[in-house]
DNA sequence: GAAGATAGTTTGTGCCACGTATCACGTCAA
DNA sequence: TTGACGTGATACGTGGCACAAACTATCTTC
């Protein structure tokens, strides 16, 4: 199954490349992709990202510098932070996530729509047993 | 072509954690992979990660300290070094591969052999078109 | 042999991730 | 109500990773 191992590389580079493009990591991508339909606490953040809190600090705070995330303190929780896309990171999250998807299709041109469909199915199976 | 993107992160991370295992990040496995068959130059080492040269230096110092790798002067260039996996790194190479194989073909257990065999054709299809 | 190319290292910068400690706020029980 | 404890977030220190620019030492070429 190293034809596996190596297409998920070949998929890291293509995400690192279009962060590059727009001078993001991917994991600042991901944070971008996961604020675009949730406003949540870091803490959940950085469930999401699979990441302790104290990392979320660092990543959130950089974002922040750069314009592209705001922190507002929780409503319901004195203690709490919501994170959220600013306009510019919104701008950024959807254009990033365009040319990804163009960029991950484009490799995949070389298979047929049978291939296309029969390949994203079992993928999905492998992610969702 | 989102699957594919969540599948290259649970790949990402089934590599990360048997590194973890070994106290090893995602690029020092790499680096011990490509050693594996190999006694490359400390440029081409950079060439097959796709890393800057200096970035090289750390990476293969880091190993170094750590008994997995050996530095030895190039027999035909005074100024070249060649890298090659110590005993100790290359039983660390062989046990992870089996790790990372046994954790990757459970992963695609879900799968029959027959959608497995199509998976790792279609797969090999995208990494050589 | 001198000029330029090449292999590696060094240094400085910045991002990323972790663990630990700390602070502030919430919650729960006595 | 107040004290003890739990929880959300940050601060700090450490270390790996990656890059660019500057440097050293050795080829190579003319």
Same mark, same amino acid.
């Given at each position: 199954?190293?034809a596996?191992?190596?297409?998920?590389?070949?998929?890291?580079r293509?995400?690192a490349?279009?962060?590059?493009e727009h001078?993001l990591?991917?994991?600042?991508?991901?944070?971008? *992709?996961?604020?675009?339909?949730? /406003?949540?606490g !870091?803490?959940?953040?950085?469930?999401?990202?699979? =990441?302790? #809190?104290s990392?979320?600090t660092g990543l959130?705070s950089?974002?922040?510098k750069?314009?592209?995330?705001?922190?507002?303190?929780?409503?319901?929780d004195?203690?709490?932070?919501l994170?959220?896309?600013?306009?510019? *990171?919104?701008?950024?999250?959807? /254009?990033?996530? !365009?040319?990804?998807t163009?960029?991950?299709?484009? =490799?995949? #041109?070389?298979?047929?729509?049978t291939?296309?469909?029969?390949?994203?199915?079992?993928?999905?199976?492998?992610?969702?047993?």
């Open positions: 199954m190293d596996l191992v190596q297409l998920s590389f070949q998929v890291q293509i995400l490349a279009v962060g590059a001078d990591s991917i994991i600042q991508i991901r944070l971008l *992709g996961i604020l675009r339909d949730r /406003q949540p !870091m803490l959940e953040v950085g469930q999401h990202l699979g =990441l302790d #809190k990392s979320i959130v950089r974002a922040e750069r314009g592209l995330v705001q922190r507002t303190p929780s409503p319901h004195g203690r709490g932070v994170v959220a896309l600013t306009p510019a *990171g919104r701008r950024l999250a959807e /254009q990033g996530e !365009m040319q990804i163009r960029r991950i299709t484009e =490799l995949t #041109k070389v298979l047929n729509a291939q296309r469909k029969e390949f994203t199915q079992l993928a999905s199976v492998l992610l969702n047993p």
